[in-house]
């Protein structure tokens, strides 16, 4: 499954590859894209673990970037 998110109060492109590298690397991302311009997380996981793998992007995004918020 393949969802979008808009991002809330993402300051700046270094921030966003920051975001996008540590997203990557949590279990179950298929692959993660972070668009400081857009302000957008496009994000892929399998069907079944979507929510678990969200739920774990949204924690690892507020201890990053304490600021931003990803909105559902």
Same mark, same amino acid.
């Given at each position: *499954?393949?969802?979008?998110?808009?991002?809330?109060?993402?300051?700046?492109?270094?921030?966003?590859?920051?975001? @996008?590298?540590?997203?990557?690397?949590?279990?179950?991302? @298929?692959?993660?894209?972070?668009?400081? *311009?857009?302000?957008?997380?496009?994000l892929?996981?399998?069907?079944?673990?979507?929510?678990?793998?969200?739920?774990?992007?949204?924690?690892?995004?507020?201890?990053?970037?304490?600021?931003?918020?990803?909105?559902?």
């Amino acid at each position: *499954m393949r969802k979008s998110f808009k991002l809330d109060e993402i300051d700046c492109a270094n921030c966003a590859q920051k975001l @996008e590298d540590a997203i990557v690397k949590i279990e179950g991302v @298929e692959s993660a894209r972070v668009n400081f *311009m857009t302000q957008k997380l496009t994000l892929t996981a399998a069907d079944d673990v979507f929510d678990d793998v969200l739920e774990r992007v949204v924690r690892l995004t507020a201890d990053i970037e304490p600021d931003c918020e990803i909105l559902r």
